[in-house]
Nanobody, 123 residues
Framework: EVQLVESGGALVQPGGSLNLSCAAS????????MNWLRQAPGKGLELVTRIYDDGSTYYLKSVQGRFTVSRDNAKNMIYLQMNNLQSEDSALYYC?????????????????RGQGTQVTVSS
């Protein structure tokens, strides 16, 4: 059974930083692409970043240069370092395994996912 447990979300001021973590189990992690998704109230499910099994990455344009995704295959973990956070980054953040099709970065809201971790950027 696939299990994904996100952590690290918090309330932070604009310009602040957070580091999210995702613990994965139940599948061959080292062979899997991994994704961070987010959903803000009233909005769709957005692909923020992907780290492929070979370590290459993709970023949503609006987070390029501010967010960094990484993975530790020995620990079955992925991380999302988020710097210079802005109010528009406020959302529930999820990790998701595999290659998911997200046209124009918008994903199917019916995707199975974990409980997520809340990031709120506010002064």
């Amino acid at each position: 059974e696939v299990q994904l447990v996100e952590s690290g979300g918090a309330l932070v001021q604009p310009g602040g930083s957070l580091n999210l973590s995702c613990a994965a189990s139940g599948f061959d992690f080292s062979q899997s692409h991994m994704n961070w998704l987010r959903q803000a109230p009233g909005k769709g499910l957005e692909l923020v970043t992907r780290i492929y099994d070979d370590g290459s990455t993709y970023y949503l344009k609006s987070v390029q240069g501010r967010f960094t995704v990484s993975r530790d295959n020995a620990k079955n973990m992925i991380y999302l370092q988020m710097n210079n956070l802005q109010s528009e980054d406020s959302a529930l953040y999820y990790c998701k395994e595999g290659f998911i099709n997200c046209p124009n970065s918008w994903c199917d809201e019916n995707l199975s996912r974990g409980q997520g971790t809340q990031v709120t950027v506010s002064s």
